[in-house]
């Protein structure tokens, strides 16, 4: 059963300012894996920008944004092996989630020089 639906879209260049000016922002944010495969591409900040879209798209789907016992660099984006985007919860926050009931997490990503989406939909 579908328990939610979270989509963002987010300007390329604020994540970038915010990566080039915060000390501390990126890892904040983002996993150590995201960092490493972020920084391995041409066009970095899109990949950023996208990883950043779709964990306020998943906060966005449990309906409640951000809330304790969560923490954006604990939910991490990878791609399985055929380049899929997957959602993947770490530590406390996939602690949380299992208790409130997540079972699936569905995951898109767009993303072009100056914008990118993602689009989360929770099943229970």
Known sequence: MIAGLGIDIIEVDRVATKIGKE???RELVFSKNEIDYCETKTNKFEHYAARFAAKEAFF???GTGWKEGTSFNEI???????????LVLLGATQKSMLEWGVITISLSLSHLKTIASAVVIIEK
Not at 76 to 86: A, C, L, Q, S, Y
């Open 23 to 25: 000390s501390g922002f």
């Open 60 to 62: 966005k789907a449990i």
């Open 76 to 86: 991490e984006i990878k791609n399985d092996d055929t380049g899929k985007p997957e």
